[in-house]
C-alpha cells in the first residue's frame, strides 16, 4: 500500500514538473505560421503549373495523334479505293479470257477440220491456235499480277486498320490522363484556396483578432437605415491617399502586400437597416463588405480598374460558388459595377 501511495505521489510531481517546463517554454511567435503557410502556397502553386503543363502537353499529343488518324483514314480510304479497283480489273479480266477460250473451242470446231485438208489453212489454223495461246497466257499473267496487288493492298489496307485502333487506344488512354489531371488539378486548386484563405487569417495581427477592444465592431454600431454616411477620403502606406470610404472608418492605414483576385457581388435595399453577423446595423451606403471567414474588423483595400476604396468587413457571405466577397451598395457603386464583377483586394492595418 505504502510503495503504491509513494509511487501516485511521485507521479504527481513529474506531472507538475512537466506541465511548468511547457509553460516557461518560449510559445513560438506568430508570424513563424504565415511563413509556412506561404511556403505551403508556393508549393502548391507550383505543383498546379507542373500539372497544368502535363495537361497541356497531353492535350497537344491527343492533336497530334488525332491528326495521324485523319492521316490513315485517308490512307485507308485511298487504298480501298485502290483494291475495288483491282477487284473490278481483275473480275473484268477473268470474263474476257473466259470469252476467248470460249471463242476458240465454238469456233475453231467447225473451222479446224477444213483447215486440217488444206496445208496452208492448217498452218493458219496452227497459227491462230498458238496466238490465242499466247494471248489467254498474257491474260491469265495480267489477272496473276492483278491478283497479287491485291494482297498486298488487303495486307495494307490490314496494317493501316491495325495501327488506326493502335492509335484510338492511345488517344483513349490520354484522354483518361487529362481526365486524371484535371481532377488532381482541381484538388489542388481547392487546397490552394483554403491555404490562402488561411493564410489571410494568419495576417490578421493581434489589433484585428481583438477588434471589439480596439472599437471596430461594436454590436448595434454602424449607420441606421435613415442616415446617409459621410465619406472622406484616406491614405494607405505606401500608395498615398485618396482611398474613398466612410467617415467613420480610421483614416491611415498600413498595407499587408497580400494581395489576391476575385469575384464580387453586392446587396443593398432588402438589408438595409437590418443587424449584420457582427452585430452591426447595415446601411447600404456604408462602405462594408461581408466575407465568409475574415475576422469582423478587418479592413480590406479594393480595387477594380483606376478605382479603390477601403471597407470594413461586418458580415458573413456570399453563400454563392466563385464568389468570395459581397459589397455594399455604395462600394459596388464607388468600384463601377453593379452584378457581379472581378476585384483585387488586400489587407489593410488601422495605424
Not at 54 to 69: K, L, Y
Amino acid at each position: 500500500m505504502r510503495l503504491k501511495f509513494v509511487f501516485k505521489k511521485i507521479t504527481g510531481k513529474i506531472l507538475i514538473l512537466s506541465l511548468a517546463l511547457v509553460l516557461l517554454l518560449p510559445y513560438p511567435a506568430f508570424s513563424t505560421d504565415p511563413l509556412k503557410k506561404k511556403k505551403e502556397i508556393e508549393d502548391l502553386k507550383n505543383q498546379i503549373a507542373a500539372v497544368q503543363k502535363n495537361i497541356e502537353n497531353t492535350e497537344t499529343e491527343i492533336q497530334v495523334i488525332n491528326g495521324r488518324i485523319q492521316g490513315l483514314d485517308k490512307e485507308l480510304k485511298d487504298q480501298e479505293k485502290r483494291l475495288a479497283e483491282l477487284e473490278k480489273r481483275i473480275k473484268e479480266r477473268e470474263q474476257y479470257l473466259r470469252e476467248r477460250v470460249k471463242m476458240l473451242y465454238i469456233e475453231d470446231a467447225s473451222y479446224s477440220l477444213k483447215m486440217v485438208l488444206d496445208s496452208e489453212g492448217i498452218l493458219d489454223f496452227f497459227r491462230r491456235i498458238r496466238f490465242l495461246m499466247y494471248i489467254s497466257q498474257s491474260d491469265a499473267e495480267t489477272i496473276a499480277m492483278f491478283k497479287k496487288e491485291k494482297a498486298e493492298a488487303r495486307e495494307l489496307v490490314s496494317m493501316i486498320k491495325m495501327n488506326r485502333e493502335k492509335n484510338e487506344w492511345y488517344v483513349k488512354s490520354l484522354e483518361a490522363k487529362v481526365a486524371e489531371l484535371k481532377n488532381m488539378k482541381k484538388t489542388l486548386d481547392s487546397m490552394l484556396k483554403k491555404a490562402q484563405r488561411e493564410y489571410r487569417m494568419m495576417l490578421t495581427p493581434s489589433s484585428l483578432r481583438k477588434v471589439s477592444s480596439r472599437g471596430y465592431i461594436k454590436r448595434g454600431g454602424g449607420y441606421p437605415a435613415s442616415v446617409m454616411p459621410p465619406r472622406k477620403y484616406v491614405s494607405v502606406n505606401p500608395y498615398g491617399g485618396g482611398f474613398l470610404t466612410s467617415e467613420r472608418m480610421p483614416s491611415n492605414y498600413e498595407a499587408s502586400g497580400e494581395k489576391w483576385s476575385c469575384y464580387a457581388s453586392w446587396y443593398g435595399n432588402e438589408f438595409h437597416g437590418r443587424r449584420t453577423a457582427s452585430g452591426e446595423i447595415f446601411n447600404q451606403w456604408d462602405f462594408t463588405v461581408a466575407h465568409r471567414s475574415l475576422p469582423f474588423g478587418t479592413f480590406v483595400l479594393i480595387r477594380r480598374g483606376d478605382r479603390a476604396i477601403v471597407a470594413k468587413v461586418t458580415d458573413r457571405g456570399p453563400f454563392i460558388p466563385g464568389r468570395e466577397f459581397d459589397l455594399s451598395r455604395a462600394c459596388a457603386e464607388s468600384l463601377g459595377f453593379s452584378g457581379v464583377a472581378k476585384i483585387e483586394v488586400e489587407i489593410i492595418f488601422p495605424k
